[in-house]
């Protein structure tokens, strides 16, 4: 495993971070509705 430190947090970058963290919010927090996690996403 190759560990980066990010010296910008680009717009793209943390678009790509939410799209991580929504898809594993989703697999595994199967008792959220899509209401609950776009709150928490906000």
Do not use: C, P, Y
């Not at 190759?2 to 199967?30: G, P």
Request: hydrophobic letters at 45%; glycine letters at 2%.
């Amino acid at each position: 495993m190759r560990i980066i430190e990010i010296q910008e947090r680009t717009e793209m970058l943390v678009n790509q971070l939410l799209e991580v963290w929504e898809d594993s919010i989703k697999a595994t927090h199967l008792f959220l509705s899509s209401g609950e996690i776009e709150n928490i996403k906000n």
